[in-house]
Antibody, heavy 122, light 109 residues
């Protein structure tokens, strides 16, 4: 059974870099037909897609975050990662990783991690 | 960038009633649309993909319809566990950027 688990750097100070990793179990990231996504949700707000990475390492980011986001994949560890630079309080959110099914037209995300809370505070 | 607008923001209904949720796109997305359910303190759950296809394990009382710019999620008869927030999500044709709508909260009347 596919499971995703986020882990991260804990509290982050303003202007620093947020780093998160999503560990995938039950399936190889190198399997085709999927995108590996990051989504966030600020307190009491809606969902915001951050971006995704394919097993090849190709990425696509939310245009509003593109200048600050870098995603990478480590196939040997079956993990993918997110870095968000120059964080501010507005980046405080629950961060989720999720698998997207690229054989669907909507790239629907069918399996999600439990999420990890990142607080940006001095 | 394609913007998704969900309405109403809040829907107050009783168990057994029919729920009709709307998602409108600022430009055509074909059928590149999915719906998710999120309960308090829980992870979003995929309900519908490609506008009208139920995800694995989703009860038949959930149905999706629409294409182009106007989409609907219908819950035929609300069960107590259906009171939650529902989000639509689209994928742009190219580049395949994703966006979410702002959500509709279905609450108990």
């Amino acid at each position: 059974q596919l499971q995703l688990q986020e882990s991260g750097s804990g509290p982050v100070k303003p202007s620093q870099t947020l780093s998160l990793t999503c560990s995938v179990s039950g399936e190889f990231i190198s399997s085709g037909g999927y995108s590996w996504n990051w989504i966030r949700q600020a307190p009491d707000k809606g969902l915001e897609w951050i971006g995704y990475i394919y097993h090849s390492g190709s990425t696509l980011y939310n245009p509003s975050l593109k200048s600050r986001v870098t995603m990478s994949v480590d196939r040997s560890k079956n993990q993918f990662s997110l870095k968000l630079t120059s964080v501010t309080a507005a980046d405080t959110a629950d961060y989720y990783c999720a698998r997207g099914i690229t054989v669907t037209m909507s790239y629907a995300m069918d399996v999600w991690g439990q999420g990890t809370t990142v607080t940006v505070s001095s | 960038e394609i913007v998704l607008t969900q309405s109403p923001a809040t829907l107050s209904l009783s168990p057994g009633e029919r729920a009709t949720l709307s998602c409108r796109a600022s430009q055509s997305v074909g059928t590149y649309l999915a719906w998710y359910q999120q309960k308090p303190g829980q992870t979003p759950r995929l309900l519908i993909y490609d506008a009208s296809n139920r995800a694995t394990g989703v009860p038949a009382r959930f149905s999706g319809s629409g294409s182009g710019t106007d989409f609907t999620l219908t819950i035929s008869s609300l069960e107590p566990e259906d009171f939650a927030v529902y989000y639509c999500q689209q994928r742009s044709h190219w580049p395949p950027v994703l966006t979410f709508g702002g959500g509709t909260k279905v609450e108990t009347k």
